[in-house]
């Protein structure tokens, strides 16, 4: 009975919340663009006449954030000084889109492979409006290098997705032929920035036309075996092979952990470790008493590895013997394997 009254003692916060004065809105610079920033964790508004009838089971839930991530369908990520656009959408329905795009910006399309994914424009130079989307100064000259543009398109690591890279290209003479692709490590500051751009300008152009029902046959025969293989043993699963290089594949084990809400205790990307905890719901929780104490820590529960060998990256699990627990190292592959691809 004193322990119960005794919850009485605590104060309740819940309607601080309606009472709480509007603070001071933030100022930014004359020259900052304010289109490019937002709350990043927004507070719903309250209509002030009916505020003093709220009670704190009146108070509103805030809002889903999970709703704008889930409807981001053109996405710019960056690893090891590679650049892509990463969009929810097959090779098919992006590419007439894609040349659709470098005609309107006024690079023209050169010469095109839709097995091969690749596009390549006019020489840039020529057009006032292609030589501003390039970088290009608006005073042309006899000896500034030929300047083109490439675009390389090929299906994403997850299925139903299409990543795309851009590069500018500069050459003494202008290119009588598609020129082969050819990637870049650790591009200069100017040339990641300039990619970023394109990048962003195409997925702008991209989401005004996605209505369009427009499909190209001859891109949809672009090379899609899967990039991520769940291998298994007598109906077990026992790897995971991603034909990726290492930092890639490094970076999708990652990101497949945080959104299969599997937590990581420990890691080592030269060893190619990672701790993580994984037990069930019921296994987290302590029992009755979980009321009267703090969050339980994550546990090592399995190991994952990641090894390189015959030209691919495998991942492999082992489950701790001190963990007495239902999931399996098969389980967790599984459960990886399914924000994997």
Request: proline content about 6%; charged content about 30%.
């Amino acid at each position: 009975m004193a322990t119960v009254t005794g919850c009485s003692l605590l104060v309740d916060r819940s309607e601080r919340y309606v009472d709480a004065k509007e603070g001071t809105p933030l100022e930014l610079p004359e020259s900052a663009d304010k289109s490019r920033f937002s709350q990043v964790m927004p507070i719903r508004e309250i209509n002030t006449a009916e505020s003093g009838k709220m009670y704190p089971s009146d108070i509103p839930q805030p809002p889903d954030m999970t709703s704008e991530i889930l409807q981001e369908n053109y996405v710019i990520e960056e690893l090891d000084g590679r650049i892509w656009l990463l969009v929810n959408d097959v090779p098919g329905r992006l590419w007439p889109q894609a040349a659709a795009y470098m005609n309107e910006r006024g690079l023209g399309v050169a010469y095109d492979s839709p097995q091969l994914g690749l596009l390549q424009s006019e020489v840039a130079n020529f057009s006032k409006q292609a030589r501003q989307l390039v970088g290009l100064t608006n005073q042309a000259s006899t000896d500034e290098p030929m300047t083109i543009v490439q675009m390389r398109m090929a299906p994403g690591i997850r299925r139903k997705t299409t990543e795309i890279q851009v590069r500018r290209v500069e050459r003494s003479d202008r290119p009588g032929e598609l020129l082969p692709w050819q990637g870049i490590t650790n591009p200069p500051a100017e040339a990641v920035a300039l990619q970023k751009e394109l990048l962003a300008d195409l997925g702008t152009f991209l989401k005004a036309r996605e209505e369009s029902k427009s499909f190209s046959r001859a891109a949809s025969d672009m090379t899609s075996d899967p990039l991520v293989n769940l291998q298994s043993e007598n109906e077990q699963a026992v790897a995971i092979r991603m034909d990726l290089d290492y930092g890639r594949s490094w970076a999708e084990a990652n990101r497949a952990l945080e959104e299969a809400k599997i937590p990581v205790i420990d890691l080592n990307r030269s060893a190619g470790w990672l701790y993580v905890g994984f037990r069930t719901e019921d296994e987290k929780e302590s029992g009755w008493f979980d009321w009267f104490s703090d969050q339980e820590k994550p546990r090592h529960t399995h190991t994952v590895t990641l090894e390189e060998r015959d030209g691919a990256v495998f991942i492999e699990a082992e489950r701790l013997e001190s963990y007495d627990g239902e999931h399996t190292a098969s389980d967790l592959l599984n459960r990886l394997f399914e924000y994997l691809y």
